[in-house]
């Protein structure tokens, strides 16, 4: 069976903001195999190599504690 399967053991929700951003995606959709029809809104194939090459920004710590606060707003909604 080939399967991917990813674990973070943080908890971080800045990560988490980063990870589910459209830029992130965008990134990825750009980066990453696709499977199916790409012209069709394929899936991408999300393997370690290109999650690696995924960039996280350095930001400062006052930014990182707002973009946490919008990614908590979202997951208590």
Same mark, same amino acid.
């Given at each position: 069976?080939?399967? /991917? %399967?990813?674990i973070?053991a943080?908890?971080?929700l800045f990560l988490?903001?980063? +990870?589910? &951003?459209?830029?992130a995606?965008?990134?990825?959709?750009? /980066? %990453?195999?696709?499977?199916g029809?790409?012209?069709?809104?394929g899936?991408?194939? +999300?393997? &370690?190599?290109?999650l690696?090459?995924l960039?996280?920004?350095s930001v400062t710590a006052?930014?990182?504690?707002?973009?946490?606060?919008?990614?908590?707003?979202?997951?208590?909604?």
């Amino acid at each position: 069976v080939d399967t /991917t %399967a990813f674990i973070i053991a943080l908890d971080d929700l800045f990560l988490l903001a980063i +990870l589910n &951003s459209k830029v992130a995606w965008m990134f990825l959709s750009e /980066t %990453a195999s696709v499977l199916g029809d790409a012209g069709n809104k394929g899936r991408l194939r +999300l393997k &370690s190599a290109y999650l690696k090459k995924l960039p996280i920004p350095s930001v400062t710590a006052g930014l990182r504690e707002k973009i946490a606060a919008k990614a908590r707003a979202c997951l208590d909604a």
